[in-house]
């Protein structure tokens, strides 16, 4: 275990020799270098498709740009995560839609155009400089008017819409503070029929969801979400991880049975 090699047992244990220690800084390099490949291969893959099937629009981009412009982080779906929900609004034939969480309004034009005539999307946000940049990304989009936009904590808008008689919705996007994820489920429960799909963003998070004895408070609402899903009597789901531009994630796809 003194030659100058690079043994397992060198990686393994990082043995206190010098061989040892350069070796396990090479493997790390080594190991960088191929994520960060295949990072690259992820989003060349994702602007493949996304060129082909989710082509760039101007008034997506202005919305991209508007945000980008006004400080928003650039956390929204990606296009063809956008052309994704567009298609599910379709298959489904969804008139009402709830989305939680809408930064600029990126997701929302995706959903909203898919809507037939006398569709909506309800959508809500807490930060108003989020909810102004929204609302003028949808005006320009010309998705304003099939847009309801609420400002405020959205386990407190969940609340009056419900207390509204508001739904039931016929798809919910849950994508916003993670945290909050089990409430959001139990409104979108009180909120939906039979048949309502409920999907959630960000539930992989780079793999950190497994981490039982996390203290993230993102995590442990993703993974209590997760376990009430399992739980629930009324919901069958799945999850499916994904990677590309936006890194390494997933979401959870549930529906309403009975
Ligand atoms: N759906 C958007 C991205 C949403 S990012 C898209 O794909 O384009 C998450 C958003 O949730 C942010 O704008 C954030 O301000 C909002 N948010 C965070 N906590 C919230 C809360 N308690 N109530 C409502 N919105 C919240
Ligand atoms: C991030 C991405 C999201 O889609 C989201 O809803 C919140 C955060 C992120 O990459 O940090
Ligand atoms: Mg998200």
């Known amino acids: 275990m003194s030659g100058p090699y690079l043994t397992p047992e060198s990686i393994y244990f990082g043995q206190p020799t010098p061989v040892g220690f350069i070796g396990s800084l090479l493997l790390l390099a080594i190991c960088c270098m191929l994520f960060a490949d295949m990072k690259n291969t992820w989003t060349e893959v994702?602007?493949?498709?996304g060129d082909l099937l989710a082509p760039r629009d101007e008034l997506l981009d202005?919305?991209?740009?508007?945000?980008?412009?006004?400080?928003?982080?650039?956390?929204?779906?990606?296009r063809l995560q956008g052309k994704f929900l567009?298609?599910?609004?379709k298959i489904l034939q969804a008139?009402?839609?709830?989305?939680?969480?809408?930064?600029?309004?990126?997701?929302?034009?995706?959903?909203?155009?898919a809507l037939p005539a006398g569709g909506q999307v309800v959508t809500l946000e807490v930060d108003p400089k989020h909810a102004e940049v929204a609302r003028e990304n949808l005006g320009r989009?010309?998705?304003?008017?099939?847009?309801?936009?609420?400002l405020g904590r959205a386990l407190t808008t969940l609340a009056d819409l419900h207390a509204a008689g508001?739904?039931?919705?016929?798809?919910?996007?849950?994508?916003?503070?993670?945290?909050?994820?089990?409430?959001?489920?139990?409104?979108?429960?009180?909120?939906?029929?039979?048949?309502?799909?409920?999907v959630v963003d960000n539930v992989v998070r780079d793999g950190r969801v497994i981490d039982a004895g996390t203290s993230d408070l993102d995590l442990l609402g993703t993974r209590r979400m997760a376990e009430?899903?399992?739980?629930?009597?009324?919901?069958?789901?799945?999850a499916m991880q994904t990677v590309g531009a936006k890194g390494y994630?997933?979401?959870?796809?549930?529906?309403?049975t009975e």
């Not at 202005?62 to 990606?78: C, M, Q, R, T």
């Not at 989009?141 to 609420?150: C, F, N, S």
């Not at 919705?169 to 029929?193: S, T």
């Not at 994630?249 to 309403?256: Q, T």
């Open 46 to 49: 994702d602007e493949y498709f």
């Open 62 to 78: 202005a919305a991209l740009e508007a945000n980008e412009k006004a400080g928003l982080p650039a956390i929204g779906v990606s």
């Open 86 to 89: 567009f298609l599910l609004v």
């Open 95 to 113: 008139r009402r839609v709830l989305e939680i969480g809408t930064l600029g309004g990126y997701s929302t034009i995706w959903m909203a155009r």
């Open 141 to 150: 989009a010309g998705m304003l008017e099939r847009v309801d936009l609420r």
């Open 166 to 198: 508001a739904g039931p919705f016929d798809l919910v996007f849950i994508d916003a503070d993670k945290e909050n994820n089990p409430g959001y489920l139990e409104w979108a429960m009180k909120l939906a029929r039979p048949g309502t799909v409920i």
């Open 228 to 238: 009430m899903m399992a739980a629930h009597p009324r919901l069958s789901a799945t």
């Open 249 to 256: 994630d997933g979401f959870a796809l549930a529906m309403v």
